[in-house]
């Protein structure tokens, strides 16, 4: 009975997802060649300390726990695919993603998840046009670095404040992806304000992420506390085993 | 089962939701790429280049996702015992 419930959530789930995969959609990450090259260059400066202390903690916590790798391959696969599945915004008209760094960040800490997302990034960047390899730096910075250490930060601080673990979930998705949309805005106002005052642009790039980023980080919230509710409640030695 | 049904429901309502309401619209559902980095790049004089490797030719894609499919499983089943190692009995 049990395996027929089952079977009747996957085929009307999956008819919903086929409902919905034909309507086109397109995402973000900054594209090959819209930052000049010494930009480029100092964000791929900026990430790459983070990198290498996430690889060495990943050849540090391997050793104490030979279980780790095939969670890490699960964690990279989650933030490969909710960083590039572009969902439609109706009240701006536009698609964005969320970013799942945050909730990665929950899970296996945020220095491992500046690696799995350094792999997502660069086979995005490879087979789907989405991003580039010249911005691979700066979209490491803003997804890697300052949304899993936001996500991560927030989620620490509020749970131990107030001690309820599902705010805590929600504000970590919440704020990583807003994390991540405003070092992009800092990214592009940067190499790109010219002549033009960067306080002021960097803020009018920011306020055009708002309508699409507002309902989307709330969104990242919501699935956030739905997937740290998920292990919690199945499988909660996950969480003591896998967490910094 | 009354769970199941309603989350089910719920799923189903919001997938046909969105389906109508982006076949309905006027809008061009671009993505904030497009419509927000692209934008002000562009106005910046820095519009985005081709990707450097680009693979974007007749069914190249598939060929490369096929090679990256095979040499990433057969690395997974070489190295399979250091991914998936037996649980310890104590």
């Known amino acids: 009975m049990k395996s027929k419930h089952r079977s009747i959530t996957v085929i009307l789930v999956f008819t919903s997802l086929l409902v919905l995969s034909a309507v086109p959609a397109f995402a973000m990450h900054i594209t090959e060649g819209i930052l000049p090259v010494q930009w480029a260059v100092l964000w791929f400066a900026v990430s790459a300390p983070f990198l290498f202390l996430g690889l060495r903690e990943l050849s540090l916590r391997r050793q104490q726990n030979a279980q780790l790798m095939p969670m890490i391959g699960l964690v990279g696969a989650a933030v490969f695919i909710i960083s590039c599945m572009p969902i439609p915004v109706p009240a701006a008209g536009t698609c964005s993603h969320p970013c799942g760094t945050g909730i990665a960040a929950i899970f296996i800490g945020p220095l491992l998840t500046v690696v799995v997302s350094s792999v997502a990034l660069l086979l995005q960047a490879l087979f789907l046009a989405h991003g580039g390899l010249s911005t691979l730096g700066a979209n490491l910075a803003s997804m890697g670095v300052a949304g899993a250490f936001a996500g991560y930060g927030i989620f620490i601080l509020v749970k131990r404040l107030t001690g309820s673990w599902w705010i805590a979930a929600f504000l970590c998705g919440l704020l990583s992806d807003w994390a991540t949309y405003s070092v992009t805005s800092l990214q592009l106002a940067s190499a790109l304000h010219g002549t033009a005052p960067f306080g002021k642009f960097f803020l009018t790039v920011l306020l055009a992420f708002v309508p699409t980023q507002v309902p989307l980080g709330i969104l990242e919230g919501f699935l956030c506390v739905g997937a740290y509710r998920f292990i919690l409640t199945r499988r909660p030695e996950l969480l003591k085993i896998f967490t910094v | ?90």
Do not use: Q
Not at chain 2, 32 to 48: C, L, Q, T, W
Not at chain 2, 54 to 81: K, M, Q, S
């Open chain 2, 1 to 90: 089962m009354k769970k199941i049904w309603l989350a089910s429901g719920l799923v189903i309502l919001l997938a046909l939701g969105m389906y109508i309401g982006l076949r309905t619209s006027d809008s061009k559902w671009a993505g904030v790429d497009e419509s927000v980095v692209e934008k002000f790049a562009i106005e910046a004089k820095r519009p985005p280049h081709e990707p450097l490797i680009n693979i974007e030719h007749g069914d190249l894609p598939l060929l490369v996702f096929l090679l990256a499919g095979a040499a990433g499983g057969f690395t997974a089943g070489y190295c399979f015992r250091g991914l998936f190692p037996a649980k310890s009995e104590s």
